[in-house]
Structures are given as C-alpha cells and as structure tokens.
C-alpha cells in the first residue's frame, strides 16, 4: 500500500474551519473545531483519491507544502 501526504489548508471561521487541498481543487470540507476538521480532511482527501482513482483520473503529485 503507498501512503500519499498531501497538504491541506485550514482555513479560520467563526463558527469553526473549512479545509482545502491546493492539489484538488474539487475537495473541501470543514468542521466545528480544529480535531473534526482535520477528520473530516482525511475522510475527504480519501474520497477525492478513490473517486479519482475509479474514474481512472491522474492522481496528482503532492505540492511543496
């Protein structure tokens, strides 16, 4: 099994974090606190890796953090 490691970009609200992913840029997800957010970032960054991957798309090399 390959481990990929891409960076995540954890943006501040009010009522919590929504996180992107500089390299997919179709993948967002968020959270009410910094722990969910991250959760729901792993869970989404896999998805978005699965759906790619099903739909036999490039999967794209990390960016420079």
């Given at each position: 099994?390959?481990?990929?490691?891409?960076?995540a970009v954890?943006?501040?609200?009010?009522?919590?974090?929504?996180?992107?992913?500089?390299?997919?840029?179709?993948?967002?997800?968020?959270?009410?606190?910094?722990?969910?957010?991250?959760?729901?970032?792993?869970?989404?960054?896999?998805?978005?890796?699965?759906?790619?991957?099903?739909?036999k798309?490039?999967?794209?090399?990390?960016?420079?953090?």
């Amino acid at each position: 099994m390959n481990r990929l490691f891409y960076p995540a970009v954890f943006h501040k609200e009010n009522d919590g974090f929504w996180v992107s992913f500089p390299d997919f840029p179709e993948c967002f997800t968020e959270g009410d606190d910094m722990q969910q957010a991250y959760e729901m970032a792993v869970d989404a960054l896999g998805l978005a890796l699965t759906s790619r991957e099903q739909e036999k798309q490039d999967i794209p090399a990390a960016s420079e953090v």
